[in-house]
């Protein structure tokens, strides 16, 4: 039988594939947002170009899960199907603190997966933790009073869960169900399909941008350490702050971490059991030594694996509107779903 192969690769540099760089280096040696002109701030936050149009029909529900209702919102082509859709069961990044169904890696790049893959897409408003300093997060509906590690995979996987029993409503097949998402997002959507594949159900793909799969990053290469090297301190992914972001998510010591909370973690025996997997990192970005680094666990599980690294993109890069990367990253992920 054949083996499955990883694909590493680097994304062609689509159109003003510099113009995040430009950016980046517009906000030199600053510490803080603080510290950046208010101009150049702006620019930072501009969109690259027009947000994408899609004909959907969009819906707001609350779905049953086990720490109360989790909101999600559905996306579904307008067109009419010529049989069942495949699905994509997607997650929005923030640190496992921040993020919403509105932001652009959420609302935008469900949109934009729907149609260009006329699937169905339904994002994932999964509970979020407070704050490294103790502020409190958004109210979520039901509880429970403090979150960590495992509330929002449960979130998680209860959205894939209702995904599949409502199957015939949602006019999808159960067999072309995959999961997605991106930073602590890809995080869960990595930690769910290993735990659904653990239990015997699993995912037909995971699609895993920039994600957080190690609680703290491996050793980077010299390509990966000469990116860094030019890379923003206000866009860094420093040890002290992924340790303040890990431990928090999962509230004790990182050495205490397991594998559902960061799949990296995970043996191979316990890897071989995943589906098809998409790794995207950015140039740009600590976390792609993460991301490279699970691409080999995996390999080395015999998990069919394609690793892409996105050139000329900062971390959440998803979230920038307009940006040919983005659109570049959502094409790839399109063209995997409609292969299910």
Known sequence: MTQPKATAQTSPPPPASDEMERRMRELGDAATWADVDDCVHR????PYGPAEQWELEIEDREIPGPHGPVPVRL?????????????????HGGGFMHGDLDMPEGDHVARGIAGRADAVVISVDYRLCDEVDGTPTREFPGGPARVLAPVPLDDVCAAVAWTREHADELGIDRARVAIGGASA?????AAASLRLAEDGAPLAASLLLYPVTHPLSPEPTADETAALAVTPTLLRFLPETMRAMSENYIGRALENAVPHEFPGLAS???????PRTYLE???????????????EQLTEAGVDVEHVVRRGACHGHLNRVGLPQAAASMDRMADIIQEL
Do not use: I, K
């Not at 191979?268 to 995943?274: I, R």
């Not at 600590?286 to 680094?293: F, H, K, P």
């Open 75 to 91: 996306y579904t082509p307008s067109t009419a199907a010529d049989g069942l859709r495949p699905c994509l069961v997607w997650c």
């Open 268 to 274: 191979t025996q316990q890897l071989a059991v995943l």
């Open 185 to 189: 997002g890809g995080n869960l959507a």
């Open 43 to 46: 620019a930072w936050d501009a």
């Open 281 to 295: 990192a950015d140039e740009f970005d600590d976390l792609r030594v993460s991301a490279r680094r699970y691409a």
